[in-house]
């Protein structure tokens, strides 16, 4: 079991500029995550999907954040355009079911920074 | 929404000593309470977790305890050790039934810093 594979590991990128974060949910995990953790508001949900499809963007920020999940084995985040307060670490984490007995499993994660 | 406040932010202590952190929740259904555990550079890892109705659980150093009534649980890390210094959050999250297919949204605490010095 490889884990949930997140890539890039850091991201520099200027003001403006369109960033793509990518991951690869653990193989079988029906449910897939994106976090964002700071160090102002913690970690945060920002959207997550079912079988590929989305059911809870609530979290998503702002419309520069756009995430999609293509198929059972990848999903981006976008943001587009970025900005300085974007900088952040972004989580993927996958999950196999919404019972107890369901943890969720994080990548390791990718370091945005905007400047 | 559920609110989750946690506490102390920092504790450092000797090791072989032991660490207790406390979290509170606000939204009464909630009947999930896992514990993560984040390493530098890593993301957070499920190190124990707790249902509604249990009142402790115990896994060789680390236990945890849940008091529905006043909203709160803890975790416990005796005999600490250099290895155990990461940042632990708590979380809550109500999962409807074992077979749902709505998920539990986990809130989680802000962290705590837990150094262990040998």
């Known amino acids: 079991d490889a884990g949930v594979i997140q890539s890039p590991r850091h991201e520099v990128t200027e003001m403006g500029q369109e960033v793509t974060l990518r991951c690869k949910p653990i193989?079988?995990?029906?449910?897939l995550f994106w976090y964002r953790q700071t160090m102002m508001r913690g970690l945060e949900l920002l959207i997550y999907?079912?079988?590929?499809?989305?059911?809870?963007d609530s979290g998503m920020p702002e419309d520069r954040f756009s995430a999609k999940m293509p198929n059972a084995s990848f999903s981006t985040l976008k943001i587009q355009p970025s900005e300085p307060r974007d900088s952040a670490v972004y989580f993927c984490?996958?999950?196999?079911?919404?019972?107890?007995?369901?943890?969720?499993?994080f990548g390791n994660g990718t370091r945005l920074t905007v400047t | 929404g559920e609110n989750v406040e946690q506490h102390p932010s920092t504790l450092s202590v000797q090791e072989g000593d032991s660490a207790v952190i406390k979290c509170t929740y606000s939204?009464?259904?909630?009947?999930?309470f896992p514990w993560y555990k984040q390493e530098l550079g890593k993301g957070p890892q499920l190190i124990i977790d707790?249902?509604?109705?249990?009142g402790e659980k115990k896994d060789q150093r680390i236990a945890v305890t849940l008091n529905k009534t006043a909203k709160h649980f803890s975790l416990h890390i005796t005999e600490t050790q250099p290895e155990d210094s990461a940042v632990y959050f708590c979380?809550?999250?109500?999962?409807?039934?074992?077979?749902?297919?709505?998920?539990?949204?986990?809130?989680f605490g802000q962290g705590t810093i837990l150094t262990v010095h040998p």
């Open positions: 984490a996958s999950s196999p079911g919404p019972s107890y007995n369901s943890p969720l499993h």
């Open positions: 939204d009464s259904a909630s009947n999930y």
């Open positions: 979380a809550a999250s109500l999962v409807k039934n074992a077979g749902g297919t709505s998920y539990g949204k986990l809130t």
């Open positions: 193989s079988g995990h029906d449910y």
């Open positions: 707790i249902r509604s109705n249990v």
């Open positions: 999907f079912n079988n590929n499809v989305p059911i809870d």
